[in-house]
Nanobody, 122 residues
Framework: QVQLVESGGGLVQPGGSLRLSCTTS????????VGWYRQVPGKQRELVAT???????NYADSVKGRFTISRDNAKNTAYLQMNSLKPEDTAVYYC????????????????WGRGTQVTVSS
């Protein structure tokens, strides 16, 4: 079963930085387009940033200038660098990706990870 794994969350003070990573649990899935989302209890999941397989990026207005999405195709990993963090950035952050499953020679879409908690607090 194809699964994404997020890491890098934690507790950070306002103004601090974290880098989230998103990769696969096995080597059978090649990550293509990636989106980072976040969700707080009682609210809808919010799109934070996206990166295409070619490297084109887009950001939510709330994180522009502070967050940077990137990818390392050799490591089959996507990243979300978060700087100047604010308390309102506190959420569970999820990775979503499309890609290629080499085990069954098929393209898959809408694959999610289980999320990583980011807490911004003094």
């Amino acid at each position: 079963q194809v699964q994404l794994v997020e890491s890098g969350g934690g507790l950070v003070q306002p103004g601090g930085s974290l880098r989230l990573s998103c990769t696969t649990s096995g080597s059978i899935f090649s990550i293509g387009a990636v989106g980072w989302y976040r969700q707080v209890p009682g609210k809808q999941r919010e799109l934070v940033a996206t990166i295409s397989s070619g490297g084109s990026t887009n950001y939510a207005d709330s994180v522009k200038g502070r967050f940077t999405i990137s990818r390392d195709n050799a490591k089959n990993t996507a990243y979300l660098q978060m700087n100047s963090l604010k308390p309102e950035d506190t959420a569970v952050y999820y990775c979503n990706a499309a890609g290629y499953d080499s085990r069954f020679s098929r393209t898959l879409a809408d694959i999610w990870g289980r999320g990583t908690q980011v807490t911004v607090s003094s």
